[in-house]
Nanobody, 122 residues
Framework: VQLQASGGGLVQAGGSLTISCAAS????????MGWFRQAPGKEREFVAA????????YYTDSVKGRFTISRDNSRNTVFLQMNSLKPEDTAVYYC????????????????WGQGTLVTVSS
């Protein structure tokens, strides 16, 4: 699976942004998908995950109620809708594909996209 993240940009605090991750290959619909982020000077952290068919979603506490992960298997794409953005959400966001349902660690994923930068200004 090859992953290509896109949609990042500059947004004001309180605003919204949706980033997406397009996958190539036949295995997308059989992959659990996740979003991670890495802020400058910090370690990569789990953001959200979604099961193969989209029935189950998982979030880190800091984004619950603000972010929504979804997927469209007909388009081989996973989305992360981000609302009420805060400056602390500024990071490079990475999508990942793996076999572990609801994986919250990098080791749970086998394939990674290149990342898309989200900058939230105060």
């Amino acid at each position: 699976v090859q992953l290509q993240a896109s949609g990042g940009g500059l947004v004001q605090a309180g605003g919204s942004l949706t980033i997406s991750c397009a996958a190539s290959g036949r295995t997308f619909s059989s992959s659990n998908m996740g979003w991670f982020r890495q802020a400058p000077g910090k370690e990569r952290e789990f953001v959200a995950a979604i099961s193969m068919r989209g029935f189950s979603t998982y979030y880190t506490d800091s984004v619950k109620g603000r972010f929504t992960i979804s997927r469209d298997n007909s388009r081989n794409t996973v989305f992360l809708q981000m609302n009420s953005l805060k400056p602390e959400d500024t990071a490079v966001y990475y999508c990942a594909a793996g076999k572990r349902l609801g994986g919250r660690y990098g080791a749970d994923y086998d394939y990674w996209g290149q990342g898309t930068l989200v900058t939230v200004s105060s």
